[in-house]
Structures are given as C-alpha cells and as structure tokens.
C-alpha cells in the first residue's frame, strides 16, 4: 500500500436475497424483491432487459432478446411485475443513491463498470449451464446460490461424483469454485468448476452447507500447519515492540518498502538477526520506469539486496494506476518487461529468494470494455495483461493486496456497499489467480481499518468507520485460517504492523498495533498457529 491510496468503485449492490434470473451465455442479473428494496446485480456480457411485454409477462434475455422466460405463474407474474415495475420507476435513484460514498466522489467515470469475463460470473455460468444439461431443462431463474473458492488437495471429482466406466474423465484440477445452486423447486445441486473453466461437476450430493456464516465473533479454529507463513508491514527499522508484537503473532516475515538506491543491507541484517524472514517490497522512479536504462538500474538493485539476504522481492507495487506508472503507459505488458529483467538478476545473485509480482491495486474504476482507461488499469484486466505477457515465467509468486473489506473474510457477500468482487477477500484471490492456474498467491499486503483509539476516519476512509478493533483481529485470524485451508496462498503479510500516520491517510487505522499499545490482532492470529 505504501502512501495508502486506492481507486474504489461501488455498483450499488447489497447481499442477494430472494429470486435470481440467470440470463445470457455468460451472464447475470439478480432481481431481488424484499420489502422495499431493489437490487440489480449488473451482467457482465450483455445488456440487461431493453422491453418488457405484458400480455403473458416475457421478459428479453440475453443477445437480441433470445432465450425467453415465459411466466404463466400467477404468483411469479406479480413478483416479476412488481419488480420491473420498480426498476423502470426506481433505477435513477438507486444509480445516483449514496452520492456520498468515496468511492462514488473519487470515480470521474460515473462508478465502476465490471469488467468483462468477470471469473466468479464464468464460473457460475458454467455451472448453470451443466445443470441445465444434467437435469434437461434451461435454467434461466433460480431462487439463490451459494459461491466458494476452494482447493481440492485430491482432485475436484473425490467426495463429489464417480465417472462411469468407459467414460473420459474430465482434466484434473486442484483450484476452483464450489457453487450451490437452489432451483425454484428447492432442490439444491453442488457443482465444482475449475478456475480455467475446462472442469465442471455436479456432484452427486451437495457437502456443504448454504448458510451465509459472517465469522463476526466466536473461535476461529487452527491453520493448516505448514500450508502458509505470515508476516506484517513495518514502516521504519524493526523495533522491539514491533517484533514483540510479531512473535506474539507467531509471524515468520518482516516486509518494509524501499526505494532503488536505499542502502537496505543494515535493515535486512537486523531483521535476520532477530529471527525473521525478510520481504521487501522494492519501487522506483516511475518517470523513469519505461527506460531501459533505468530498468537495468532497477535490476542492479533489487540483485543486490538478494545477495544481502532478503528472503523475498517484489518488484514494484501496485503498478497499474498512475501514482505508481505513467499516466497512459499501464499495461502488463509494460511491467513484465521490467519484471524479465529483474527476475533472473535476483536469482543469479540469490537462488532461493521469492519473486513476488508487484501487486495490482484493486479498482473497478477502468470502466467496461478493456477495463482500462490512461490512469489506471482494473486489476482484473491488469492480471490477465500480466499472464498474456508471459509474467508467470519471471515470479514465483502472485503478488495480490487486500485492504478494503468491512466483513469477514468467509463471506462472499454481505458488504453494506455492494457486491463488487475487490470487497471480499476470497474473491480477490480469485481474480488474482485465474490467470495463472497452478501459481500461489503472496498478499503483500492484507488489512482492515478500524478507527478506535484515533477518532473519526477521513471521508475517502468513511467505509472502514464501523470496523471494530475486535472485528480487526477477528477477521485476520480468519483470514490466516481459511487461506492456509484453500492452499492457494503462500504468504500474507498483514498490513501492518506498527504505522503512525493517520490523517487524510489514516494507515495507523490499520496498524495492529494500536493506538494504545496494546495488540489484539497478534494473540488472534498467534492463537491460530
């Protein structure tokens, strides 16, 4: 995070309750009718409902109103009606609803506009469209699902479905969704589709539960041992009540900034010396960044903080808005050229140092289409960029931030703001990872803001107000577990330790740390490991 910055984004959505219509190849649109709340769920490939025609109540889905939903239902003619009625009367306010929220004054765009080939939405596309198969019939409205990113340490197919003999099995895959689907009818399916889509199953029964758990208080549970490390963010040099407050945490790393020409060979040293890994996040001149020149410079640097014994690099940091990359110059591509560079230099001066990719500041502010505009790029689109340009060659790690949630990580939706995929922890990974199937994830930086002790956040801030510092420590903890669980991620350094500043830039909100010395979130995740 740095200088905390980020482009938020709000779409005006809230936890999907009551009736979805699925529509469209690889679409969606949930209508939600409860009391008097409406909430639109926006489709990722093709345009919502243009007419309506009420002789027998048909509603348009999909490309050039193909796939129709006729409703002769009675009781569903009035829902729908009720609802379309709504919308038609409703949808400006609920656009121009909560014009207060920074994420709505800091997007000159109008709000963020999900982009395209969103994952979690193929996923569920694909799932629909198996079920459809599986059971004969087109489904195009089901009354809710349930979404997980999981990893299957055996295979998608153990615990879920048998292939019968004399049929191909599917391609293996060890990453990948659990979605539970409830038809109208309340049966309930599981199907598991794998991040690269080419594995779909429905399994025979469905082995989770559909209760939403929000994870707010109660234990926590144990991590996997040895499936994941931890570590925390300092802003200085280590100090004592820093790597205290680290060792109650039973952390493994030390992460710190630094910038090309910071002689960091005294910093690695002492942290090493008090019994720590070290990560170090490394950034630079970004007017200079596209140079060539600048770039071995870069190179030079970061092979030789490897050589002084840091354990991890990642190289630049979250590259794809213009506080960190040329304003019209954001591309993947363009940072992997920096990335080619500077990754075999590190291991020629270090073998067993990680690579991590600079982390993609989470934004749905680049808008639909390409979803990039010149100042900044979606880190979705910015991912698949970064795969395209063969970024997986040069890492060893996807480096991956997460600073924005007001709810548990367990939950996939929920958030008081809406349901873009950047507010939930699970679903940030998956956008990170989708491009690289096979590859673990390094959060670089992983945090939730609360205000106690320090006063009132600053209004780009207001959404973490509410945030406890009970509900911080509780919601590390959780993180710590249920990622070492997914076995998708290999570190998370908790952002952070021991910050001071809070002003327009409240990261000691984030801090640990608190205000008042004391450290909840360290005996939390302790107690997990």
Request: charged fraction near 15%.
């Amino acid at each position: 995070m740095g200088k905390a910055f980020r482009v938020r984004h709000s779409i005006g959505m809230h936890k999907p309750v009551g009736f979805a219509l699925a529509y469209g190849e690889l679409g969606l649109i949930n209508f939600i009718a409860q009391n008097t709340q409406l909430i639109k769920v926006q489709d990722q490939q093709s345009s919502p409902p243009k007419w309506l025609k009420t002789t027998c109540l048909y509603i348009g889905i999909g490309r050039e109103g193909k796939d129709n939903l006729t409703v002769k239902s009675r009781s569903v003619m009035l829902i729908v009606t009720t609802v379309a009625i709504a919308m038609l009367v409703f949808a400006p306010m609920v656009a121009n609803a909560d014009t207060s929220t920074p994420e709505r004054a800091s997007n000159a765009q109008g709000g963020p506009t999900a982009t395209p080939n969103d994952p979690t939405w193929l996923g569920f596309a694909a799932a629909r469209d198996a079920l459809s198969k599986k059971i004969n019939q087109r489904i195009t409205l089901v009354k809710n699902y349930t979404w997980a990113q999981v990893s299957f340490p055996n295979g998608m197919l153990p615990g879920c479905t048998t292939i019968p003999e004399g049929v191909n099995p599917p391609p293996e895959a060890y990453f990948g969704w659990r979605y539970v689907i409830t038809l109208l009818n309340n049966n309930q399916y599981e199907v598991r589709v794998s991040f690269d889509l080419k594995t779909v199953l429905i399994c025979d029964k469905v082995t989770v539960g559909t209760t939403t758990d929000t994870g707010s208080t109660g234990p926590v549970g144990q991590a996997v041992p040895g499936a994941l490390e931890v570590g925390g963010q300092i802003q200085g040099s280590l100090s004592d009540a820093a790597s205290n407050a680290a060792k109650t945490a039973k952390m493994n790393w030390i992460k710190r900034q630094v910038r090309v020409g910071e002689d960091a060979a005294g910093l690695i040293a002492d942290i090493k010396a008090k019994g720590f890994k070290v990560f170090l996040s490394v950034i630079g001149d970004k007017a200079q960044v596209m140079n060539a020149t600048y770039q071995d410079t870069y190179a030079s640097y970061v092979a030789g903080l490897a050589k002084a014994g840091a354990d991890a690099i990642q190289v630049w940091n979250e590259q794809n808005i213009d506080r960190e990359w040329p304003n019209g110059q954001i591309s993947g591509a363009n940072y992997v050229a920096l990335l080619k560079k500077a990754y075999p230099a590190i291991k020629a001066a270090n073998p067993n140092t990680i690579v991590v990719t600079g982390a993609p500041a989470p934004t749905g502010a680049g808008g639909g289409g390409t979803g990039c505009i010149p100042a900044l790029c979606n880190d979705d689109a910015y991912y698949a960029q970064m795969a395209a340009a063969g970024a997986a060659q040069y890492t060893d790690c996807i480096g991956v931030h997460y600073n924005e949630g007001v709810v548990s990580p367990k939950q996939t939706s929920g958030d008081p703001r809406d349901n873009y995929p950047t507010r939930y922890f699970q679903t940030m990974l998956s956008r990170a990872l989708r491009n690289f199937p096979g590859m673990r994830a390094c959060f670089s930086e992983l945090g939730y803001l609360s205000p106690d002790g320090y006063g009132p956040l600053p209004g780009l801030f207001a959404w973490g107000q509410n945030t406890s510092v009970q509900e911080q420590a509780q919601w590390l903890a959780e993180a710590v577990v249920l990622a070492s669980q997914l076995g998708s991620v290999r570190i998370i350094i908790v952002f952070n330790l021991d910050f001071k500043t809070y002003g327009d830039d409240p990261q000691a909100g984030y801090a640990i740390i608190r205000a008042d010395g004391s450290c909840p979130a360290c005996t939390s995740i302790g107690a997990t490991r």
